[in-house]
Nanobody, 128 residues
Framework: QVQLAESGGGLVQAGGSLRLSCAAS????????MGWFRQAPGKEREFVAA????????YYGDSVKGRFTISRDNAKNTVYLQMNSLKPEDTAAYYC?????????????????????WGQGTQVTVSS
């Protein structure tokens, strides 16, 4: 049903920046809460950031707060993750996810199990 496609990953030196994009299909994108998760080899999938359907509220994992910014453009069916001051520990596959029931929720979901659709992921590698 809902298709998500991430882009923007790559190799960057520590201290650098990247902006990830997630393009979504569908005509009801403005009812979805959107999230970013990441997973490094041998680690559990980690909550990175999320944004409410309206774009007026954002949430961040402790490890990225102050460095990453999530935003969305509902007219373009796109969510972004601006990543600044990147560290080697940010190296992971980054996944975009959609919670299609987000409009009916007070807050975003922090568990990956609450999201209904996932992109294929984009690799971010930070070298030191």
């Amino acid at each position: 049903q809902v298709q998500l496609a991430e882009s923007g990953g790559g190799l960057v030196q520590a201290g650098g920046s990247l902006r990830l994009s997630c393009a979504a299909s569908g005509r009801t994108f403005n009812t979805y809460d959107m999230g970013w998760f990441r997973q490094a080899p041998g680690k559990e999938r980690e909550f990175v950031a999320a944004i409410k359907w309206s774009g007026d509220t954002t949430y961040y994992g402790d490890s990225v707060k102050g460095r990453f910014t999530i935003s969305r453009d509902n007219a373009k069916n796109t969510v972004y993750l601006q990543m600044n001051s990147l560290k080697p520990e940010d190296t992971a596959a980054y996944y975009c996810a959609a919670d299609i029931y987000g409009r009916g929720k007070v807050r975003v979901a922090f568990s990956s199990r609450e999201y209904d659709y996932w992109g294929q992921g984009t690799q971010v590698t930070v070298s030191s």
